[in-house]
């Protein structure tokens, strides 16, 4: 999709009539859009300022089509998104372009993989993702915009269109869109991304994984007890996860189970070090559920009667605190061969 | 070589890549959970057509498929 091909007839309608309208040319993701006109994607572009809204900020497979500023100022303004959103959107699209992302895989593979988005810090407050009660859920404009307004890009610039551009068996509903904010205030511990070497005031995650898996305890005041039903939802044959050591685990904790694990002395590293511990099947089962197997070499070499962790090393067991009130977390494995991108904002004009 | 349920995926594949006319081979879909003497039968169906491809510098119909 480029400016140019939206015509002025086209951009004079909205609402309703824009998805019959859009819907003839294969775009958009069936809900109704936002018309991009020249004045809104201007308007939008304030959101980015100092930059050149014309420069290519990535190509993205399977299509390799070239995504400027102004191309994801037009997907954000038919999502619905604010000028204060853009910046987000922009570092995840060139977050979703590292190699290590797999992007072409990713949008291509018969998995139900979709990319999930977290924002940490200023930009968070600044413009008005949540990271609280509900926040992998409706409700909130700049979530729910940003992930939308990402799955747009990859539709109409990517090309990855179910069919001839992403091949995925059932789809799933992170494909519409997935994104929150990490919630910093309730975590005890330091924010995301100086656990993964980025020190910046801002900063976004890309994580291509399935949708999220519930972890449920009400009762336990131990890490232990919690944390065996997280490496519980963690240790299942039926994920990539398991035939694939490479793959992360992201492990959505919230506020009261985090806590309960940081009164008890416990770092981020002491959770994805156990969770490495515990999270594991034994290896003749594993065997025997995948004839095909990408594997650690050493793994491979484990006797059957031993138990092979879900993941080759605990730095891919990723863990941030997100959500209110309650005793609910998450897990969100890989699609396997990818790895999540951290990347600082830098489209903010400070 | 590809399978026929996703030949669309990848003949848009090798179409944005700069080879539309890229010589492929279909086979049935899926090859996943198929018994290994079906799946030689497949291949052996197919061997004169990957012959010709590989020696013809076309698909048999003169272009991708």
Not at chain 1, 149 to 154: F, I, M, N, S, T
Not at chain 1, 173 to 187: Q, V
Request: charged share 20%; with cysteine; aromatic share 4%.
């Amino acid at each position: 999709m480029t400016v140019d091909t939206v015509s002025e007839d086209l951009l004079q309608v909205d609402g309703s009539d824009l998805v019959e309208a859009l819907a003839e040319h294969g775009w958009g993701d069936g809900l109704p859009m936002v018309a991009p006109t020249p004045t809104r994607v201007e308007a939008m572009l304030t959101g980015s300022p100092g930059t050149d809204p014309d420069e290519v900020v990535a190509v993205l497979p399977p299509r390799f089509g070239e995504a400027t500023r102004r191309i994801l100022a037009v997907n954000a303004v038919m999502a619905g998104c604010r000028p204060e959103h853009l910046p987000v959107l922009i570092t995840a699209v060139r977050a979703l372009a590292h190699p290590e992302v797999n992007l072409r895989g990713v949008n291509a593979t018969t998995h139900n993989v979709a990319p999930l988005v977290v924002v940490h810090g200023e930009v968070a407050r600044s413009a008005g993702y949540h990271g609280g009660r509900g926040a992998l859920g409706p409700g909130n404009r700049a979530n729910a915009t940003t992930g939308r307004a990402l799955r747009l890009v990859l539709l109409h610039v990517a090309g990855a269109t179910p069919g001839d551009g992403d091949a995925s068996t059932q789809g799933g509903p992170a494909k519409y869109g997935l994104c929150f904010a990490e919630n910093a205030d309730a975590s005890p511990w330091p924010i995301y991304p100086s656990a993964v070497g980025v020190d910046a005031p801002s900063a976004v995650t890309v994580h291509c994984g399935e949708a999220p898996h519930n972890v449920h305890d009400m009762e336990s005041d131990d890490p232990i007890r919690i944390l065996d039903k997280v490496a519980s939802a963690m240790a299942t044959t039926a994920q990539n996860n398991a035939c694939i050591s490479q793959g992360e685990h992201f492990v959505l904790l919230c506020p009261e189970h985090a806590a309960t694990c940081a009164v008890a002395g416990w770092s981020r590293r002491d959770v994805s070090s156990y969770l490495f511990q515990k999270a594991r099947l034994p290896a003749t089962e594993l065997k025997r559920a995948f004839g095909l197997r990408a594997w650690a070499p050493w793994m491979d070499q484990l006797a059957n009667d031993e138990l092979v962790p879900m993941t080759e090393h605990p730095d891919n067991i990723r863990i941030m605190v997100v959500g209110g009130p309650g005793k609910h977390s998450s897990v969100v494995p890989s699609w396997g061969m990818t790895r999540s991108v951290t990347l600082p904002i830098h489209e903010l004009g400070d | 070589m590809t399978t026929n349920a996703l030949s669309d995926l990848a003949t848009k594949t090798a179409t944005e890549l700069g080879l539309p006319d890229l010589r492929m081979v279909s086979v049935a879909h899926p090859i996943g959970g198929v018994d290994p003497d079906e799946i030689r039968r497949r291949a052996d169906n197919v061997v004169d057509e990957v012959l010709a491809l590989l020696t013809g510098g076309r698909t048999l119909e003169g272009s991708a498929r």
